[in-house]
């Protein structure tokens, strides 16, 4: 049971340049998360999804687009990487609304740098 | 405007002395409370949840105490010990779940 897995975990892009992070779980969970983290901003939600097929907007969603294609998999995109989304990403993912507390669980996280 | 702030970026203690760690936030409509610890290099991890309903919940050595005429809550942790070093960051969800409104973190050194 590997729980959530984040590909690649480091990666260096030029600004321009465009890239997929692919995040799974095994957990069965419906929802899922990409957030990200900076120097003394906490964790920041970028897009979520319920349910396969969905996604939504979060707090700092523009230069991102995301994909739900399979229940397992969440992909977040950047068309065209701007020195401004250095950053650590994670991606997590939960079971439905109905059950207390929200917890999530997280993956590891990818370090992203743009030059 | 954050609505969850942890304004203590470090907190330093000795090991077997308590740890309290703070958060405000400013949206009364938020249902539910959550802390999470995170080491370097991996992702955050769930350590204990309090109900809007609740104004105590304890777990182990952990405790979360909610006070919500204050808009105030805290993390203690008793006894502190050196594997406690982690950067703890509290988060806030409103009813029906989903989405988490996280604080800054507040870095936690716990020294032997």
């Known amino acids: 049971n590997a729980g959530v897995t984040q590909t690649p975990k480091f990666r260096v892009l030029k600004t321009g340049q465009s890239m997929t992070l692919l995040c799974a779980q095994d957990m069965n969970h419906e929802y899922m998360y990409w957030y990200r983290q900076d120097p003394g901003m906490g964790l920041r939600l970028i897009h979520y999804s319920v349910g396969e097929g969905t996604t939504a907007k979060g707090e700092v969603p523009d230069g991102y687009n995301v994909s739900r294609l399979k229940k397992q998999n969440f992909l977040l995109g950047l068309e065209s990487a701007a020195p401004s989304q250095t950053s650590v990403y994670f991606c997590?993912?939960?079971?439905?609304?109905?059950?207390?507390?929200?917890?999530?669980?997280f993956g590891p996280g990818t370090r992203l740098t743009v030059l | 405007d954050q609505q969850v702030k942890q304004n203590s970026p470090s907190l330093s203690v000795q090991e077997g002395r308590i740890s309290i760690l703070n958060c405000d936030y400013t949206n009364s409509m938020f249902d539910y409370f959550l802390w999470y610890k995170k080491y370097p290099a991996e992702g955050p991890t769930f350590l204990i949840s309090i109900s809007s309903i609740k104004d105590k919940n304890e777990d182990g050595r952990f405790t979360v105490f909610l006070n919500k005429s204050a808009k105030h809550l805290s993390l203690h942790i008793v006894p502190s010990q050196p594997g406690d070093s982690a950067v703890y960051f509290c988060?806030?969800?409103?009813?029906?779940?989903?989405?988490?409104?996280f604080g800054q973190g507040t870095e936690l050194s716990v020294k032997p």
């Open positions: 988060a806030a969800s409103f009813r029906g779940g989903g989405k988490l409104i």
């Open positions: 997590a993912s939960s079971y439905s609304q109905g059950l207390a507390g929200g917890e999530q669980f």
